[in-house]
């Protein structure tokens, strides 16, 4: 694999190999994906995008198929209330608080919009979740990186001390992608409270369904208490419905109008129908959540023995020091029948590596083991 | 119903008659829709957004059904590719001439985002979808409206004369919605190629798999040519596919590639299965046409009778002179168990009627011969 390969092309690389369906067969077009297809005598097993390899639940399931019977209906926006109300009776906050959007991914780029038409600049920390810093480099607005802290943390202290009159908003993910370490909360809070003044702060909890550390707290609270904070989530993690492109934000109602107005406005009802029904199916969720602490253990364990550094992760994901460049390590892992996540730059001898099931993590391990004689 | 309704209160209204789920039987919420679903005995037939009665397919659904199984993962990509390949081949383009949108919503939101950071302004006749026009102005772009002709077609000449230099994007809907007319294709064609040197000529065409007229032409083949022109399709209509969300748009590469950047750049992938399932199905398309005719000639032979003006519908809608006020109109009928088109300005003395199955629309003439008494 080359190096600097961006997210874009890895996933189309990935589509490329699992996400082909016969077409030619029907139309007589040439499918793009039908050799590289029959080319592969057993899939290798996904653990490169932090997927749910249990999702969607049998429940959404049947709320997708029953969802049918309204999809070629225009009429989402009452499922969208429904929805609002839950994730509004669930957060503790009310629906006027909530804006849904076509994944986190679209929270995440309509908020860099709202940014931009604010000729704001975006504050990040150097090593995070690329789409909102992306999609303000697309919106022509300045992108300021913040190094991270010598344990790769996201560093606060600087990110505050970078804070001028341009800036109008911070990005921060906790957990932290591709790291999935988690910020102080208490630190995490104050910076909230001293910075919403100046800028909103946007906090990207993708993964908060995964924290197990019983000091973590999301900062809802201090969107309740009307500070300029958006915390954004997601049905396509712990839910595992990534291809069914269901997220939201909780912000303020004065953000979110605001929000709303530069959103697509309407989701797919399918996917709307799933998640109302995976976010109360608790026994999925915490099936999903057992599972991944299972399959971290499994490779923890493993990495103990070995004597190799991988951080603390509190989400479905590790990020794991293998010594060994990735462009180099995805491909020897691929022949192993595994494929681990892309470049993190400059983290270049590191691998972020997503759990599948527990009685997968096995192969991952057997794969590095044979890697690294 | 109140005068000035917008489109979205309107949306919503209608959201809650049929878009409810019993939520609160699971979580305690109070569902806001199980008194209004209660209240009715008999459930109105929807004839108010132009939606396909007998979609989606049974091909589209069984593809929809085969994509649970990619519902956890994001892996839309092959997907994507293979729609567009599948677009392309359709419409005799190259699969960089398709961007693909949530709907063809998004690429008319997205063109609108694209003008505004261009800071141009859009030309818009003033009886049209309104979209395009609504996030120009959220994006605070100025939208210069030109008045109709008097047989209520699009005023091409007007439009031409009122092109300058801020003029970036000009937005064409043919046939047009409300009124479901076709523009002349030979004066729409000199229109754009005289134009398209000067600015981007958007031409909406959802409607088109509806019309009959054969002297159309759809103006795919001027971006054949490479003019500057956008032309949106939409699975929404004839694909009944409306609550699943796929649209996307045809252009020059050069205009795709720079749309591109400001779309979501994810789809459902449920939704893409079944675009791309139901594109092939001929069968299902014919039938959507046929019936479409058919309901419309039980429309107009009774309007016929009673002598009341209609215009010419190339669509799956028919715009008609009631002479009755909208406001009294939609809940004089509503009465009678239909739901009509809402208002559009400054034309309240007619309807918009979207077609539901031919057996359905005896019930809009009985309900109007009632409301005429």
Redesign the interface.
């Known amino acids: 694999m080359k190096k600097g390969m961006t997210r874009r092309e890895w996933?189309?690389r990935?589509?490329?190999?699992?996400?082909?369906?016969l077409?030619g067969a029907?139309?007589g077009?040439k499918?793009?994906?039908a050799a590289t297809i029959n080319s592969l005598s057993n899939k290798p097993v996904?653990m490169m995008?932090n997927?749910?390899?249990?999702?969607?639940s049998q429940i959404a399931?049947r709320a997708?198929?029953k969802?049918?019977g309204?999809?070629?209906?225009?009429?989402?926006?009452?499922?969208?209330?429904?929805f609002k109300?839950?994730m509004a009776?669930l957060n503790g906050v009310t629906p006027a608080h909530i804006a849904v959007g076509?994944?986190s991914?679209?929270i995440l780029?309509k908020s860099a919009?709202m940014n931009g038409?604010d000729k704001g600049e975006l504050l990040s920390p150097s090593l995070t979740f690329e789409t909102i810093n992306r999609y303000a480099k697309?919106?022509?607005s300045n992108v300021k990186r913040i190094p991270m802290k010598n344990d790769i943390g996201i560093d606060l202290n600087r990110m505050n001390e970078n804070i001028n009159r341009r800036t109008k908003m911070i990005y921060l993910c906790n957990p932290n992608n591709p790291t999935g370490m988690l910020m102080n909360t208490d630190d995490l809070e104050s910076f909230c409270l001293q910075v919403s003044s100046k800028a909103i702060v946007f906090v990207d909890e993708a993964y908060h369904e995964y924290v197990t550390d019983p000091n973590y707290r999301s900062m809802i609270d201090l969107v309740k208490s009307g500070k300029n904070v958006i915390v954004s989530r997601t049905a396509?993690k712990v839910h595992?419905?990534?291809?069914?492109?269901v997220g939201f934000a909780i912000s303020t109602p004065q953000i979110v109008k605001r929000l709303e107005?530069?959103l697509?406005?309407?989701?797919?009802?399918?996917?709307l129908?799933?998640a109302?029904a995976s976010y109360?199916d608790k026994r999925f969720q915490t099936h999903s959540v057992d599972m991944n602490n299972k399959a971290k253990k499994v490779v923890a364990d493993y990495l103990d023995t070995k004597g190799i550094q991988y951080l603390d992760s509190q989400t479905n994901f590790m990020f794991i020091k293998t010594d060994i460049d990735i462009s180099d390590f995805q491909p020897a892992m691929e022949k192993y029948g595994v494929l681990v996540g892309r470049p993190f730059l400059p983290f270049t001898n590191w691998c972020r590596l997503s759990m599948a099931k527990p009685e997968q993590m096995q192969k991952f391990n057997d794969g590095f083991g044979k890697v690294l004689r």
């Open positions: 996933i189309n990935s589509a490329t190999l699992f996400g082909g369906s077409l029907v139309t077009v499918s793009i994906n996904r995008l997927e749910n390899p249990y999702g969607p399931r997708m198929r969802a049918f309204e999809s070629n209906l225009y009429s989402m926006r009452g499922a969208k209330a429904e109300e839950l009776k076509f994944g991914g679209e780029k919009l038409i697309t919106m022509k396509s595992g419905l990534a291809g069914l492109r107005s530069y697509t406005d309407s989701l797919n009802i399918v996917g129908r799933a109302i109360q």
